[in-house]
């Protein structure tokens, strides 16, 4: 038996706005499928391109109670998953910044490597981390 990822969640306050900026990243659109109310929206990176991230909208087929708890959490950034590897933390917190990307913590020295957080839209704060 094979058992693998092929897709996760993150949740977005606008699926168009989270679209545009994993394109900064350097995401692709994997698949955009609108089914009523429903958009099913998944991004991967073009170096990992068999691990898809879908761009949810808190909402349909959610109740209202669901709903509201993921938007409330979400607006306070507590919804945060991601952790990006990278060869050189430096040089590609200061491209992405470049791009636009906004930083709540510049690339420093850890005791695990380099690592440096950013923010999307939504309010997710993810991490970038250089190990070696």
Known sequence: MSLKVAYTTLWVRDQDEALSFFEKLGFEVREDIKNGAYRWLAVASTEQPDLAITLSKPGYPM??????????????????????????????????????????????????????????????????????
């Open 63 to 132: 109740d209202e109670a669901s709903t509201q708890a993921v938007e409330s959490t979400l607006a306070k950034g507590m919804l945060s998953t991601l952790v990006f590897t990278t060869d050189d933390c430096v040089a590609t917190a200061a491209a992405l910044k470049a791009k636009g990307i906004e930083f709540s913590r510049d690339a420093g020295q850890r005791g695990y490597g380099i690592d440096a957080a950013f923010r999307d839209p939504s309010g997710n704060e993810f991490r970038l981390v250089q190990t070696s």
